[in-house]
């Protein structure tokens, strides 16, 4: 049976966001025969890169060049053990990883990285934080990325998955672009901005 | 003031976050997430997330004329 490590918290409100958003990816990958096994510690995640074949990795949370993180943004996998990514495709929706630890990953036999180039970013409407999957705000960058882990979770590769994340903002940028919703401009703005980094 | 020099850069910043909604804030990774407000005095006070923005403002001012062209790329 396929695995696929998923790693998300929600000690704040950008991986709350997060973490709602994965549970389309959860159901969808359970559909398509994929077992899910979560982690958000760098022991058990680490532990699990390590001794389980897992061929897909989702990393949801925080990170930087060198890095992505999981809860209270302790380091799960950096560029020093990058090779725990070896035979595998990832998936890093954190900000900035695909620069450094993306690199470094291939490097060391990783698959496949999907990463940002720079800060992953979102607006959210105060009112909303509570319930994230009906924050308007957050919705267009946060369905734009999960298609990339929808994409790599039916079999698609990383440059299917990438192309098809470049075009599915069209349909939300337009929508912003006529909208006079007072979020509309902000959500064009990190549609772009995202867009810009993957 | 010239154009595109610091000053100028930091009060075009300023004047487009100014038309923020007041109940909304930017998540910016492990940064944290952030209103108007904040993001008006981190842009003023010439922070290290304050210059981010200032390029993330002008990335998007630079790159919205483009937008047609790259949404039509495969």
Not at chain 1, 183 to 198: E, G, I, M, V
Request: net charge neutral; proline share 3%; aromatic share 6%.
């Amino acid at each position: 049976m396929k695995r696929l490590l998923l790693t998300r918290t929600k000690h704040d409100t950008t991986t709350h966001y997060l973490h709602e958003y994965c549970r389309e990816l959860v159901v969808e990958a359970e559909n398509k025969g994929w077992k899910v096994e979560e982690a958000n510690s760098a022991e058990d995640v680490r532990s699990r890169l390590a001794k389980t074949n897992c061929e897909l990795v989702l990393f949801n949370g925080h990170g930087n060049e060198e890095s992505v993180c999981g809860r209270d943004n302790e380091v799960l996998v950096n560029v020093e053990n990058a090779s725990l990514l070896e035979n595998k495709s990832v998936f890093a929706r954190t900000c900035a990883s695909l620069k450094k630890l993306g690199k470094e990953a291939v490097s060391k036999g990783c698959l496949e990285y999907v990463g940002y180039e720079g800060n992953f970013v979102f607006f959210t409407i105060n009112e909303m934080e509570a319930t994230p999957l009906k924050d308007p705000a957050a919705r267009p960058v946060l369905e734009v990325s999960n298609s990339v882990a929808l994409r790599l979770i039916s079999g698609s590769d990383a440059a299917s998955a990438v192309a098809s994340a470049r075009r599915k903002p069209v349909e939300w940028m337009t929508k912003m672009l006529a909208s006079r919703e007072q979020y509309a401009t902000q959500a064009f703005d990190s549609l772009l901005l995202n867009h810009l980094r993957l | 003031m010239s154009f595109l020099d610091d000053d100028y850069m930091k009060e075009l910043v300023i004047a487009r976050l100014k038309t923020m909604p007041p109940n909304m804030k930017l998540s910016i990774g492990d940064h944290g997430s952030f209103d108007k407000r904040e993001l008006i005095r981190q842009v003023d006070s010439g922070t290290a997330l304050g210059q981010e923005t200032i390029k993330s403002q002008i990335t998007l001012i630079l790159e919205a004329p483009n937008i047609a062209k790259r949404l039509r790329e495969p």
